[in-house]
T-cell receptor, first 115, second 115 residues
Framework: AQSVAQPEDQVNVAEGNPLTVKCTYS??????LFWYVQYPNRGLQFLLKYITGDNLVKGSYGFEAEFNKSQTSFHLKKPSALVSDSALYFC?????????????FGTGTRLQVTL | SAVISQKPSRDICQRGTSLTIQCQVD?????MFWYRQQPGQSLTLIAT?????????ESGFVIDKFPISRPNLTFSTLTVSNMSPEDSSIYLC????????????FGPGTRLTVL
């Protein structure tokens, strides 16, 4: 069975500093990896995905994520955090095509960016 | 990306009653899903809504409790039956895009409170 771990319930960072939100995964075969963001009282917004190719994936709002196959990780990063980045972030994994398009989500990490 | 709307956006219901949530997509999609997000929790897949046939339910979810309809490729409903306070959650409709089959989009969610 596939699974996702987000080891940090909350990450606190000062505005202007770099941020990292950690994610590790477990899946049979090559993974399809995703990051979503959820703002208060709103649905999930797609940030970025890794399917194949370059290990560094760039997404919306200046976010990027690095796929590391040996460490089975897909950490979300941003060089300079903004207060408006404060939200709940979910990492998700899907197995290779043919295993049904079921996304498995991590438990979420709350990012708090302060002035 | 697909634009997904849900009705109602929120509701407060009495124990023992039922609520039907509607999901409308602005384009035809192959796959539609229903998720539940309990307070402070991650997203859990309830079922895959299949067009013209019975939904496929995940472990722990049954048709009698969460009947689903999908009469066409742009619309689905989820009913939460015989509600109890434990059903208080956000219910999200989700679709896989036809142009970007590896991207999954989410509706704004329906916030349900059961008293």
């Amino acid at each position: 069975a596939q699974s996702v771990a987000q080891p940090e319930d909350q990450v606190n960072v000062a505005e202007g500093n770099p941020l990292t939100v950690k994610c590790t995964y477990s899946v049979s075969g090559n993974p399809y990896l995703f990051w979503y963001v959820q703002y208060p009282n709103r649905g999930l917004q797609f940030l970025l995905k890794y399917i194949t190719g370059d290990n560094l994936v760039k997404g919306s709002y200046g976010f990027e994520a690095e796929f590391n196959k040996s460490q089975t990780s897909f950490h979300l990063k941003k060089p300079s955090a903004l207060v408006s980045d404060s939200a709940l972030y979910f990492c998700a994994v899907r197995g290779p095509t043919g295993t049904a398009s079921k996304l498995t989500f991590g438990t979420g990490t709350r990012l708090q960016v302060t002035l | 990306s697909a634009v997904i709307s849900q009705k109602p956006s929120r509701d407060i219901c009495q124990r023992g009653t039922s609520l039907t949530i509607q999901c409308q997509v602005d384009s035809q999609v192959t796959m539609m899903f229903w998720y539940r997000q309990q307070p402070g929790q991650s997203l859990t897949l309830i079922a895959t809504a299949n067009q013209g046939s019975e939904a496929t339910y995940e472990s722990g979810f049954v048709i009698d409790k969460f009947p689903i309809s999908r009469p066409n490729l742009t619309f689905s409903t989820l009913t939460v039956s015989n509600m109890s306070p434990e059903d208080s959650s956000i219910y999200l409709c989700s679709v896989v895009g036809t142009r970007a089959a590896n991207e999954q989009f989410f509706g704004p969610g329906t916030r349900l409170t059961v008293l």
